[in-house]
Structures are given as C-alpha cells and as structure tokens.
C-alpha cells in the first residue's frame, strides 16, 4: 500500500499545454506539500497546504495552481507550459505543520518539448 | 533565515570505505535535523534524523550526530556498499516556519565495487 502516491509518474507534452499532477496519501496527515527537483538535483518547495488551506506559497508564477478537495489529496494544475518547467515534481506529506519528517512520493517526471 | 550547507559533491568511493557527508546549518530557535536518501529513480525518504542536541541518529549503518556548537549534522558511515550508491539531503525543520523544511542542494555519492 503506497503511503504517498501520485501521477502520472511521466507526462512528455507540447510548450503551452495544460496539464495536472495528482497526489493521495494515505497516511491520515494533516499538511501536504509540492516540491520541484531540477536537473541538478535541487529541491525547492513550492506549495503547501494544512487541512485543505494554503499555508505556503513560494514565488512560484501564477501558471502554476495547486487544489487541495480535501487533507487527502493534493493536486497540481500547469497552464500555458514552458521548457523551464521541465522537473520532476514531488508531492510530500507530513503528521502536521511542523512536525519535520516528510513522506514523499515516487515524483512525477514533467518534460516539455 | 534558515539555511542548510552540504558537502558539495558528487563523492566517489570504493566498496567498504568510509563515508562522511558533512553539513552545516543556520536557523533559529532549535530546529529538528535530517538527512533524507534518494534512490535512483526514487522519491526521497527519511534515512535519520535528531531533535536535539547531542541526540545521535542511526539507520542502516549510517549515523549523524546534532553538534548545537558546531551547527553540525555530519551523515558517516564507517564501511559504504555499492546499494548506498544515492543522492543524500540534510535538512532542518524549525518551529514558527509554516511547516516549511529548508534542505541543502544534496550529495551524490557513487560506490564504485
């Protein structure tokens, strides 16, 4: 039974498409997050939400939107895609807001053509 | 604000030799550390962490001691395996900040038979 599980774990697609990353844990946590991973390995944070309501946005642009339908599910919408958004992108969870100890998911593999 | 320094990589041993991964960090307050492990191809996942100072972390052979004075968080481990091959992430997570981990930019670490 996957704790934090989310896809597609690759999507390839066209520069202005639209596509949606989702996420599930199943672990009863309160605050789940999305992380990107450049090609170097870097891990930036750039969302999170405790109990369905946004509590971290970083500078990320606006084409980004992430939706939360409930503590269990995190999802992830790109508008107008661009090469730059090529990453992986992990979602994570944790028991609660500062807690510390992040589970994460496998990632999705974004490329942009 | 917070900020965590790894060892800059990538770090390539041979099979049995002895690992340290050194990382620094700024924070304030007393944050909790961690070094989380990724796999190839994986997502990453909690390998060790400490709450406290002084308090040692242990998994799979690896350990990491929290050194309130030095702001330390070195990963050793005394004999490497070709498995151990991996990208390994020191991390803080500190009260007051959303919920927000901060993570250093990762080590690759290659072992070589």
């Known amino acids: 039974d996957t704790a934090v599980s989310q896809t597609p774990k690759y999507l390839v697609t066209q520069m202005g498409n639209d596509k949606s990353i989702k996420c599930e844990q199943n672990?009863?946590?309160?605050?789940m997050y999305w992380y990107k991973q450049d090609s170097k390995k870097f891990l930036k944070i750039m969302f999170s939400y405790n109990n369905k309501e946004l509590i971290i946005n970083e500078t990320v642009p606006n084409r980004f939107s992430p939706k939360s339908p409930d503590k269990a599910h995190l999802n992830l919408h790109i508008n107008s895609l661009e090469l730059g958004d090529s990453a992986v992108y992990f979602c994570?969870?944790?028991?609660?807001?500062?807690?510390?100890?992040?589970?994460f998911g496998e990632g999705s593999r974004l490329t942009v053509l | 604000g917070n900020s965590v320094t790894q060892m800059e990589g990538p770090v390539t041993l041979s099979e049995e030799a002895f690992l340290t991964i050194n990382c620094t960090y700024t924070a304030t307050g007393y944050p909790s550390l961690f070094w989380y492990v990724q796999y190839p191809g994986e997502g990453l996942q909690l390998l060790l962490k400490?709450?406290?100072?002084?308090d040692k972390g242990s998994n799979k052979g690896f350990e990491a001691t929290y050194r309130k004075e030095t702001t330390s968080f070195h990963l050793e481990k005394g004999s490497v395996q070709v498995s151990d091959s991996a990208v390994y992430f020191c991390?803080?997570?500190?009260?007051?900040?959303?919920?927000?981990?901060?993570f250093g930019d990762g080590t690759t670490l290659t072992v070589k038979p």
């Open positions: 400490a709450t406290k100072a002084d």
């Open positions: 994570a969870s944790s028991l609660g807001q500062n807690t510390g100890e992040l589970f």
């Open positions: 672990l009863g946590h309160d605050t």
């Open positions: 991390a803080l997570s500190a009260r007051g900040n959303a919920g927000k981990s901060t």
